[in-house]
């Protein structure tokens, strides 16, 4: 995990006799010191197999075209090859009917205008100071000029569930899809076509409006993120045996209804007899609905994976107490530097959901492992609290398996 502020940029290396496979997740802030200086550094002669895009907000993909224009040409790349990038955006969201005349003069430089105009608006540097969010803008655009090859599993459509229920990778590794599923993105197109109307606007094949869809889709994901989500409990208790057992109830939960969040790529990875988890920041009752479906032997409950990535920075929006009662693992990951303008992710909610209850069989105690220190979490350090719940926090960027 590498320290991408409160966002994820995650470097997934799996490796055996045979055969090498990485996973590139995200590319959010701290670009610079962090993937750019690895893999200029560390990851000679490798290629990245995949690099999934969850979703569109800033925290997920602010360097993710500064990185791909750095790299360059995919077939003759300055720094890796990457083999294919997963990454809906509006020209695979075709579930409406949509005009393919061409667009008026007048109409286009509305659009143009609209483009600059929200350019224009974004903040110069991201919160690590690194490179400018204006630099980091247009994806959809910079994977086509630079010829990557973009949803080819999917045969260029929308990476969900119903075009692609499972994916079997060099008969090594196998990733089995979560989330979105087609209704989830059917509303992220709904919501960008009704913002388009109130402008007097109809969307048409146009490449423009995949320019028109990052920006107002990040747009809109900002603006609800800093309405909507709050510390729920994080400054109101003090972390106690107590405070976590009550916490653990889920009292506190509200449901996320941020339509990006609801687009996230989640999947389980396997090789090797290893099974992760990457949850973006999925909706925890589309995760469920989902793994219920894969695993419908209730039996087994909970379905242990070797980590799990938890969702949406540890948000208890996306991280209800029903998720845990069907997912354990003795390695949860946890990408964040506490830092968002609105909030202190993880919620101590969830914390307390993952660690008061059974272990699972053989294992000694969960680690909770970070990217950052964060301060906020001090409290759940005290030796007496880990020795309780069998737990251990732990601030790495590398973790094994």
């Not at 540097?125 to 630079?146: C, S, V």
């Not at 653990?248 to 996230?264: Q, T, V």
């Not at 949850?279 to 242990?304: C, G, T």
Request: glycine share 4%; hydrophobic share 35%.
């Amino acid at each position: 995990m590498f320290r991408a502020g409160y966002g994820d940029t995650i470097l997934v290396q799996m490796e055996n006799n045979t055969n090498k496979y990485n996973l590139l997740i995200d590319c959010g802030f701290g670009y610079k010191d962090g993937l750019l200086n690895f893999v200029n550094t560390k990851f000679k002669d490798e290629k990245i197999n995949k690099f999934i895009i969850t979703h569109y907000d800033s925290d997920h993909i602010a360097s993710a075209s500064k990185f791909l224009e750095d790299n360059g040409d995919c077939n003759n790349p300055q720094m890796v090859k990457i083999e294919q990038i997963w990454l809906n955006t509006f020209k695979h969201l075709q579930f409406s009917k949509r005009a393919d005349q061409e667009l008026y003069p007048d109409t286009k430089e509305q659009i143009q205008e609209l483009i600059s105009k929200k350019l224009s608006e974004l903040p110069i540097e991201d919160n690590e100071g690194n490179i400018g969010a204006k630099q980091a803008t247009l994806l959809g655009k910079t994977i086509l000029q630079y010829d990557y090859p973009w949803n080819f599993d999917t045969k260029g459509e929308a990476i969900c569930i119903e075009n692609m229920p499972e994916e079997i990778t060099d008969d090594q590794v196998k990733i089995t899809l979560l989330t979105p599923s087609k209704e989830r993105l059917e509303n992220l197109e709904k919501e960008f076509i009704l913002e388009l109307k109130k402008l007097g606007l109809e969307p048409n094949t146009d490449q423009i409006f995949d320019d028109a869809f990052e920006l107002l889709t990040r747009e809109k994901e900002n603006d609800k993120e800093n309405s909507n989500e709050g510390n729920i409990s994080s400054s109101s208790y003090v972390i106690n045996s107590k405070t976590i057992k009550t916490l653990s109830e889920g009292k506190n939960y509200l449901k996320d209804d941020s339509i990006g969040n609801g687009s996230s790529i989640s999947f389980i990875l396997e090789i090797e007899g290893k099974k992760l988890l990457f949850l973006a920041d999925a909706f925890a009752e589309d995760v469920i609905s989902r793994l219920e479906m894969i695993y419908p032997n209730k039996d087994e409950y909970p379905i242990f994976f070797d980590l799990i990535k938890v969702s949406h920075h540890g948000s208890f929006r996306n991280n209800k107490p029903e998720l845990f009662e069907i997912i354990d693992s003795d390695k949860f990951l946890f990408s964040t530097n506490g830092k968002h303008p609105k909030h202190d992710h993880p919620d101590i909610d969830t914390i307390s959901c993952i660690i008061n209850r059974n272990l699972p069989k053989d294992v000694e105690f969960r680690e909770l492992i970070f990217n950052y220190d964060l301060e906020h979490l001090n409290d759940f350090k005290k030796k007496e609290l880990e020795e309780e719940f069998s737990y251990k926090i732990k601030t790495q960027l590398v973790t094994e398996l």
